[in-house]
C-alpha cells in the first residue's frame, strides 16, 4: 500500500480558514497493466496503466488500489461506482468519462486534458487536482472534503447541489462556476487568479475571498441583492 503524510496547508496571513490536508504518495513498485480491457467490478492493486486507449471501456465499480495511470486515453470510460485509492492519474486526457457516484481517497490528478467529466454523486477526499484544464466539469452533489485545486483551469464546473469542505483553489483559473444549492465550509478562494460565478453567489457563506475578488463579484453580488448600481 502507498505510504501517505498529510498535512494542513495554509500559514500566516491565511486567517482562520481550515486548510486542507494533502495526500503525498509514495506508490510500491508497480506491475504494468497487460490485460488489454476494463472489467466491470475488476480489482487493480498496484498496476501501471501506460498509454493505454481506454475509449469505450466499462470499469464500472471497479477498484484501483496504489496505480498509477500515465497518458491515458478515457473517452467515455465508465468508471461509475469505481473506488480510486492512493493512486496518481498523470495526463489523462478524453471527453464524456463518467465517474458518477465514485470514490477518490487519497488521490492525485495532474495535467488532466478533459472535457464533460461526470463526477456527480462521487465523493473526493485528500485529493490534488493539478495542472491542465477540465471543461464542464459536473460535480452535482458530490462531497469534497481535503481538494485542492492548483494551477489548473476549470471551465463552467458545476458544483450545484455538492457539500465543499477545506477545499483549496491555488493560482487556478475558474470560469462560470455553478454554486447553485452548493454548501460550502472552510473553502479558500483566495489563490485563484481568475474567478468567474455564474449562479449561486448567494452560497458562498462558508468560504473567503480576497478584497480585490469582491470588488469583482460585486456586480454579481449586486444583482443578486437587487441593488441597482448607477454613476
Same mark, same amino acid.
Given at each position: 500500500?502507498?505510504?501517505?503524510?498529510?498535512?494542513?496547508?495554509?500559514?500566516?496571513?491565511?486567517?482562520?480558514?481550515?486548510?486542507?490536508?494533502?495526500?503525498?504518495?509514495?506508490?510500491?513498485?508497480?506491475?504494468?497493466?497487460?490485460?488489454?480491457?476494463?472489467?466491470?467490478?475488476?480489482?487493480?492493486?498496484?498496476?501501471?496503466?501506460?498509454?493505454? #486507449?481506454?475509449? *469505450?471501456?466499462?470499469?464500472?465499480?471497479?477498484? +484501483?488500489? @496504489? &496505480?498509477?495511470? %500515465? =497518458?491515458?486515453? !478515457?473517452? $467515455?470510460?465508465?468508471?461509475?461506482?469505481?473506488?480510486?485509492?492512493?493512486?496518481?492519474?498523470?495526463?489523462?486526457?478524453?471527453?464524456?468519462?463518467?465517474?458518477?457516484?465514485?470514490?477518490?481517497?487519497?488521490?492525485?490528478?495532474?495535467?488532466?486534458?478533459?472535457?464533460?467529466?461526470?463526477?456527480?454523486?462521487?465523493?473526493?477526499?485528500?485529493?490534488?487536482?493539478?495542472?491542465?484544464?477540465?471543461?464542464?466539469?459536473?460535480?452535482?452533489?458530490?462531497?469534497?472534503?481535503?481538494?485542492?485545486?492548483?494551477?489548473?483551469?476549470?471551465?463552467?464546473? #458545476?458544483?450545484? *447541489?455538492?457539500?465543499?469542505?477545506?477545499?483549496? +483553489?491555488? @493560482? &487556478?483559473?475558474? %470560469? =462560470?462556476?455553478? !454554486?447553485? $444549492?452548493?454548501?460550502?465550509?472552510?473553502?479558500?478562494?483566495?489563490?485563484?487568479?481568475?474567478?468567474?460565478?455564474?449562479?449561486?453567489?448567494?452560497?458562498?457563506?462558508?468560504?473567503?475571498?480576497?478584497?480585490?475578488?469582491?470588488?469583482?463579484?460585486?456586480?454579481?453580488?449586486?444583482?443578486?441583492?437587487?441593488?441597482?448600481?448607477?454613476?
Amino acid at each position: 500500500m502507498a505510504r501517505r503524510a498529510t498535512g494542513e496547508s495554509g500559514g500566516p496571513g491565511r486567517g482562520a480558514v481550515k486548510g486542507a490536508r494533502r495526500p503525498e504518495l509514495r506508490l510500491p513498485p508497480l506491475e504494468p497493466f497487460r490485460d488489454g480491457e476494463l472489467e466491470p467490478d475488476g480489482d487493480y492493486d498496484s498496476l501501471e496503466f501506460r498509454d493505454e #486507449d481506454l475509449t *469505450g471501456h466499462d470499469g464500472g465499480g471497479a477498484r +484501483f488500489m @496504489d &496505480c498509477a495511470l %500515465k =497518458g491515458c486515453v !478515457l473517452d $467515455e470510460t465508465r468508471l461509475h461506482h469505481a473506488r480510486i485509492l492512493d493512486s496518481v492519474l498523470t495526463g489523462p486526457r478524453g471527453v464524456g468519462t463518467d465517474l458518477a457516484e465514485a470514490t477518490l481517497r487519497d488521490v492525485e490528478l495532474l495535467d488532466a486534458r478533459l472535457g464533460g467529466v461526470q463526477l456527480h454523486g462521487s465523493v473526493l477526499e485528500r485529493v490534488v487536482i493539478r495542472g491542465g484544464k477540465i471543461d464542464y466539469l459536473n460535480m452535482r452533489k458530490a462531497r469534497l472534503r481535503d481538494v485542492v485545486f492548483e494551477s489548473c483551469v476549470l471551465v463552467e464546473p #458545476d458544483f450545484g *447541489g455538492a457539500r465543499l469542505e477545506r477545499v483549496e +483553489f491555488v @493560482d &487556478c483559473v475558474v %470560469k =462560470g462556476v455553478d !454554486l447553485t $444549492e452548493a454548501t460550502l465550509a472552510d473553502v479558500d478562494l483566495r489563490g485563484a487568479s481568475e474567478l468567474e460565478i455564474a449562479r449561486g453567489v448567494d452560497r458562498l457563506a462558508g468560504a473567503v475571498i480576497s478584497s480585490g475578488q469582491l470588488l469583482d463579484l460585486a456586480p454579481v453580488l449586486a444583482a443578486q441583492l437587487g441593488v441597482r448600481v448607477e454613476g
